[in-house]
């Protein structure tokens, strides 16, 4: 099993930075790819970004030249830097880990973080 814990969120004023940690523990080496996502009152669950083994990254447009994803090698840690910070990025934010063991699918979310953005 793999257990995550987010941490970095808070408040910040528009234009302002914060950056996001995921730290993950447990049969980390089954994991084939780690994302963040966030949801915001009233709306769904969106994909921020992700990334995989095979070093492939994924953004939604909404972020794409402001945020940074990351992990280290044995994905025992995912972060989430995220610099011009707008109101509409406020959400919780999720990390979610997915993996392979035994030829099964796997997915764990963490619990979330609350990132809040004021104008």
């Known amino acids: 099993q793999v257990q995550l814990v987010e941490s970095g969120g808070g408040f910040v004023q528009a234009g302002g930075s914060l950056r996001l940690s995921c730290a993950a523990s447990?049969?980390?080496?089954?994991?084939?790819?780690m994302g963040w996502y966030r949801q915001a009152p009233g709306k769904k669950r969106e994909l921020v970004a992700r990334i995989t083994g095979d070093g492939i990254i994924n953004y939604t447009n909404a972020v794409k030249g402001r945020f940074t994803i990351s992990r280290d090698d044995a994905w025992k840690t995912l972060s989430l830097q995220m610099n011009s910070l707008k109101p509409e990025d406020t959400a919780v934010y999720y990390c979610k880990a997915d993996r392979t063991e035994a030829w099964a699918r796997f997915t764990t979310w963490g619990q979330g973080t609350q990132v809040t953005v004021s104008s």
């Open positions: 447990g049969k980390i080496f089954t994991i084939n790819a």
